[in-house]
């Protein structure tokens, strides 16, 4: 592919992961979510990934009505692109998960390439019981080992079906090579349309880890399997963010941070926001001589329908 002349940054401001015992600037009710959502766009994110949860006990939520407060207060303050999350839970059905992007038909929403073994019960062994903010934090980080995150051929061709009337376009989320293949598959049978964009996730516990011949290979086959057919960003977890994101900016890819990936600014410091290490990784970018894309140059390269056209 040629090299793209803009840097797209996604600021993936809460998740479904990371527990509001982990870290104070995680937001979890409407107010905050909303706050750093707008303060990560004004920081530079032309992209918001946005899931929603309980704002009376941080827990995930794929209920609408915990989207409703926060969705309209984001683009009235911001010309920021909404990407919508379509995996906000490891245990519901793909219907239940679809259900935020067929009520508000956002520009974007995530899509999970292939069923896996996601955990994140390692984080449970760092806090003591009596550390926990919540009842139901403890038993969700630790019991994670033993889910698996369902994404069938079937759930991704129901989801591609249900969503295709409102012009969405997919955040393709790649855990490892097998779901370039998975998505390969699915562009040949007519499920997706050209540029796809692909994320490619590296340091979740049941995918590739993150290091940076990996990114190189994901890279390589996905040039191998879609030609110039496709744009690209990188997701590093945990410590991996900022490392992967510097050196995706200058493989000429795209790259994402946020508070649902990494709770740190830097090695054993936490953040405090979201807007705080888009600010970082936009100096980087920038201080390696990259510019860093607008909202409405992310539309024009990711081929987006415009937040004119969204229901929120």
Same mark, same amino acid.
């Given at each position: 592919?040629? @090299?793209?002349?803009?840097?797209?940054?996604?600021?993936?401001?809460?998740?479904?992961?990371?527990? $509001?015992?982990?870290?104070?600037?995680? $937001?979890?009710?409407?107010?905050?979510?909303?706050?750093?959502?707008?303060?990560?766009?004004?920081?530079?994110?032309?992209?918001?990934? %946005?899931?929603?949860?309980? $704002?009376?006990?941080? #827990?995930?939520?794929?209920? !609408?009505?915990?989207?409703?407060?926060?969705?309209?207060?984001?683009?009235?303050?911001?010309?920021? +692109?909404?990407? %919508? #999350?379509?995996?906000?839970?490891?245990?519901?059905?793909?219907?239940?998960?679809?259900?935020?992007?067929?009520?508000?038909?956002?520009?974007?929403?995530?899509?999970?390439?292939? #069923?896996?073994?996601?955990?994140?019960? !390692? %984080?449970?062994?760092?806090?003591?019981?009596?550390?926990?903010?919540?009842?139901?934090?403890?038993?969700?980080?630790?019991?994670?080992?033993?889910?698996?995150? @369902?994404?069938?051929?079937?759930?991704?061709? *129901?989801?591609?079906?249900?969503?295709?009337?409102?012009?969405?376009?997919?955040?393709?989320?790649?855990?490892?090579?097998?779901?370039?293949?998975?998505?390969?598959?699915?562009?040949?049978?007519?499920?997706?349309?050209?540029?796809?964009?692909?994320?490619?996730?590296?340091?979740?516990?049941?995918?590739?880890?993150?290091? +940076?011949?990996?990114?190189?290979?994901?890279?390589?086959?996905?040039? @191998?399997?879609?030609?110039?057919?496709?744009?690209?960003?990188?997701?590093?977890?945990?410590?991996?963010?900022?490392?992967?994101?510097?050196?995706?900016?200058?493989?000429?890819?795209?790259?994402?941070?946020?508070? *649902?990936?990494?709770?740190?600014?830097?090695?054993?410091?936490?953040? *405090?926001?979201?807007?705080?290490?888009?600010?970082?990784?936009?100096?980087?970018?920038?201080?390696?001589?990259?510019?860093?894309?607008? $909202? *409405?140059?992310?539309?024009?390269? %990711?081929?987006?329908?415009?937040?004119?056209? +969204?229901?929120?």
């Amino acid at each position: 592919m040629a @090299r793209q002349k803009k840097t797209i940054i996604t600021c993936a401001v809460t998740g479904a992961i990371h527990t $509001p015992t982990m870290s104070n600037a995680l $937001p979890y009710t409407y107010d905050d979510i909303a706050q750093q959502a707008v303060e990560a766009a004004e920081a530079g994110a032309s992209i918001l990934h %946005l899931h929603a949860r309980n $704002p009376e006990n941080g #827990s995930p939520s794929v209920d !609408p009505s915990d989207f409703a407060p926060f969705l309209p207060r984001i683009k009235q303050a911001t010309d920021a +692109v909404v990407n %919508l #999350s379509t995996g906000g839970s490891l245990t519901l059905s793909i219907q239940d998960r679809i259900t935020p992007a067929k009520t508000f038909s956002p520009e974007m929403c995530s899509m999970n390439m292939g #069923s896996m073994n996601f955990s994140f019960h !390692p %984080l449970a062994n760092r806090y003591r019981d009596d550390d926990w903010k919540f009842d139901w934090e403890k038993d969700y980080v630790a019991n994670s080992d033993q889910n698996i995150f @369902r994404n069938t051929f079937r759930d991704i061709r *129901e989801a591609a079906e249900t969503l295709a009337p409102h012009d969405i376009k997919f955040e393709h989320e790649c855990y490892d090579v097998g779901h370039l293949y998975n998505l390969k598959f699915c562009m040949d049978i007519g499920l997706f349309k050209a540029p796809i964009f692909i994320q490619f996730i590296f340091g979740i516990l049941g995918g590739i880890g993150p290091e +940076v011949d990996n990114l190189i290979f994901m890279k390589r086959t996905a040039d @191998r399997l879609f030609g110039d057919d496709y744009r690209w960003s990188v997701l590093g977890a945990g410590g991996a963010q900022m490392s992967l994101a510097t050196t995706a900016s200058q493989m000429g890819g795209n790259i994402r941070v946020g508070l *649902e990936d990494s709770l740190f600014i830097s090695r054993g410091n936490l953040a *405090e926001s979201n807007a705080q290490q888009v600010s970082k990784i936009r100096r980087i970018v920038e201080d390696l001589g990259n510019q860093v894309a607008s $909202p *409405e140059e992310a539309r024009e390269i %990711l081929d987006l329908k415009g937040g004119d056209r +969204v229901a929120f």
